[in-house]
């Protein structure tokens, strides 16, 4: 009988070293995720676990498409992919809420200086989906920006608005609890960065090079170009459709944005990006619209 009870009693302690630290590492290491300001989760609420997959991995940024049907904001990329209780609101509002509060007032702690961007692409009706967006923001108002005119509020979450983007319906606002998505016909048009504080586009719209090789000179200077434009005034750039494979020419791309100053890179690879920026970026934590 003391034999089996001093096996048991070996059995556990080895069941306790081998199982106990592990867990203890995972919570120490999601305790200390770095915040990283470039990695963009594009279509983000098609991970297992849509915004925690991506806070998992230090991500800053997160994009949700949106449906305004039967009164609801509903997530998904195509209207067939709809589920009653995918919403904006218990997939992002709600659970950013309740991180920022048990954070004392950011998304990741310790870093309130360190703005977190929720993209809302609306794929439905502009105004209509609009106006719903913002009612359900206003109900979310104390941890976002608010914009007054040109006068900015800056919260723990940055709302910008993508898809179809009712210009007119945003402009005649007093106050706003979200900000615009700009194209590259926006870039140089002097709107201001208080509406419109970020120029995005598809890479394959205005780039050849898919990181085989050198990146031609021309298309080195023109991207050079379109980011200082953008950063004189005060907006940053992001780009998608670019590549996202886990081959060698998705670094090279990669690291040419990283080199022209581009703020925020597209993937749907978390771990991936995650991976590349700790290794690359040597200011990861850094990036700030300049209101």
């Known amino acids: 009988m003391k034999k089996w009870i001093s096996i048991l009693t070996l059995s556990l302690t080895v069941f306790a070293l081998t199982v106990t630290p592990s867990h203890a590492k995972d919570r120490s290491s999601l305790s200390s995720i770095t915040p990283l300001s470039k990695a963009h ?12 997959d991506a806070l998992d991995h230090g991500f800053t940024s997160v994009e949700a498409d949106v449906w305004l049907k039967d009164g609801k904001l509903l997530v998904a990329h195509d209207q067939i992919d709809l589920k009653p209780d995918r919403t904006l609101e218990s997939l992002y509002l709600a659970p950013l809420k309740k991180r920022i509060k048990s954070n004392g007032g950011s998304v990741y702690k310790g870093y309130k200086k360190q703005d977190f961007l929720l993209w809302i692409d609306i794929k439905s009706e502009d105004a209509a989906t609009y106006k719903a967006i913002h009612e359900k923001l206003t109900a979310y108002k104390n941890m976002l920006t608010r914009i007054s005119g040109d006068d900015v509020d800056q919260g723990a979450v940055t709302v910008i608005i993508s898809g179809n983007r009712p210009y ?18 926006d870039l140089g048009m002097n ?24 990146m031609p000179e021309e298309e080195k200077k023109k991207l050079h170009h379109i980011v200082k434009t953008a950063h004189t005034n005060g907006q940053i750039v992001r780009f998608w459709a670019t590549p996202d494979a886990a081959l060698p020419n998705r670094e090279a791309v990669w ?37």
């Open 41 to 52: 989760a594009h279509n983000d609420y098609e991970h297992n676990k849509p915004l925690q």
């Open 168 to 185: 007119e319906l945003m402009k005649s606002q007093k106050t706003r609890y979200s900000t615009n998505d700009g194209r590259m016909s």
């Open 191 to 214: 709107f201001s960065n208080t509406f419109m504080p970020v120029i995005s586009d598809n890479w394959t719209k205005h780039f050849t090079w898919q990181g085989i090789g050198p």
């Open 255 to 291: 690291q040419e944005l990283m080199n022209a100053g581009v703020d925020l890179i597209n993937t749907d690879d978390l771990p991936g990006l995650q991976q590349f920026l700790l290794k690359n970026d040597t200011n990861p934590t850094s990036r700030h619209i300049d209101w």
